[in-house]
């Protein structure tokens, strides 16, 4: 049996839907309802949705063999597992970005407003340069224009939020993409099982 943690929302629906065509489907997994966990015995898999930034965490901690998250959430979780595949959906970028016209004082520490603490300070511990980091959990473009942050690292995606709020992007810091996670000791004992699911979901990537 292989215990697969999903993202919850669009992303996991859309992995779901990889999986099954791969072979692993489950009945009722897209049903609408508040379930959370999901088990086909014939298939050999159970399902939990799982909030997204909570996925890695489920893995890491073995509860879930694999699972589906962004390279956002893994890079700030820093969580100790295996990267097996990039799924190539969910594309999006970690970025740099603040008010149209907007110009570094480098006479004092930068005032970033984050999602992401960790990864603003690898990013500008790389580059020596001193940061305040300001921990925001939404709409982080509001913080550049109403004077609390000098800049955001934040997601970009198609741009449309910081266009409509006259902000640009400054640095792209990487690239993201949802990727398929294992725990380690999982891998062990279940290696053959999770290395014929990466298989067989490599034959559904997108192209
Ligand atoms: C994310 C991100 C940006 C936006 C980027 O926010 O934090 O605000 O999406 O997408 P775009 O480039 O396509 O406009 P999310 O929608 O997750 O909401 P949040 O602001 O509450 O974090």
Request: charged residues 30%.
């Amino acid at each position: 049996m292989l215990n697969v943690a999903l993202p919850k929302g669009r992303l996991g629906e859309k992995v779901y839907k990889m999986l099954e065509r791969a072979g692993y489907s489950c009945k009722d997994v897209l049903s609408d309802s508040r379930k959370l966990i999901f088990t086909d015995e014939q298939n050999g898999v159970s399902y939990f949705w799982v909030k997204p930034s909570d996925v890695a965490i489920y893995v890491e901690r073995g509860v879930a063999d694999i699972g589906v998250a962004g390279k956002d959430i893994l890079a700030e979780s820093g969580a100790d597992i295996y990267e097996l595949l990039d799924l190539g959906i969910g594309k999006c970028k970690m970025a740099v970005a603040s008010v149209n016209g907007y110009r570094e004082d480098i006479s004092r520490p930068l005032r970033v407003a984050t999602k992401f603490p960790r990864i603003a300070a690898a990013y500008y511990g790389g580059k020596n340069r001193e940061i305040d980091i300001i921990k925001l959990y939404g709409s982080i473009e509001l913080a550049p224009i109403l004077g609390l942050s000098d800049v955001i690292v934040d997601i970009v995606e198609t741009g449309t939020t910081l266009k409509e709020n006259n902000m640009s992007v400054i640095a792209d810091i990487f690239p993201i993409s949802a990727r398929l996670i294992a725990n380690k000791a999982c891998y062990k004992f279940k290696g053959e099982e999770i290395d014929a699911a990466v298989e067989r979901l490599k034959k559904e990537l997108p192209v």
